[in-house]
């Protein structure tokens, strides 16, 4: 049975050895991020906005990382308000 993509807008709430873990809406999804990233030298971080692809078994990767605002080194963080 082929299964429908489904994909969603989050923001990234949680990052911990290669998870992320995002909220979208009022539910948080556990992704990991694709490898395209690595080849880009680019690293998701806390505060980030993506688009994540949601799979069969409700968790999720990371398809696309959105322009980022702003951005602090330590700790890594993003669009901070």
């Known amino acids: 049975m082929i299964s429908e993509e489904r994909y969603q807008d989050g923001i990234i709430i949680k990052g911990i050895g290669g998870f992320y873990y995002v909220l979208c809406g009022e539910k948080v999804v556990e992704c990991r991020a694709r490898g395209a990233f690595r080849k880009k030298d680019i690293s998701p971080i806390v505060g ?19 322009e980022r605002k702003n951005f602090l080194i330590r700790p890594g963080v993003s669009n901070v308000d």
Do not use: A, L, Q
């Open 48 to 66: 980030d906005r993506v688009k994540i692809k949601i799979n069969d078994d409700e968790s999720g990767s990371v398809s696309e990382i959105y």
